[in-house]
């Protein structure tokens, strides 16, 4: 994931995932579905009852800080 979508100049790389993904990822599948209730998709997408959060590090399912990349070692070196 990336700060911008824009791939000219600086390139900083996320270290979480925006929840406007999943919203997304959920509209894809929900919206144009016809079987799906209309208020069941005005509740998750128009009304507020659903809010879509960012994704964090988590650890024995406790959340974490974010972590940085000095952590993060080069796999198999």
Do not use: C, W
Not at 25 to 49: C, E, M, P, Q, T
């Amino acid at each position: 994931m990336t700060q911008k979508s824009a791939t000219e100049g600086h390139h900083r790389t996320l270290d979480f995932i925006p929840g406007n993904n999943f919203l997304g990822i959920v509209a894809r599948n929900v919206y144009n579905d016809d079987s799906v209730d209309n208020s069941v998709k005005l509740s998750l997408f128009h009304n507020g009852d659903v809010r879509y959060g960012d994704a964090h590090p988590a650890i024995d399912g406790f959340r974490s800080v974010r972590i940085p990349a000095s952590v993060f070692y080069p796999k198999l070196t």
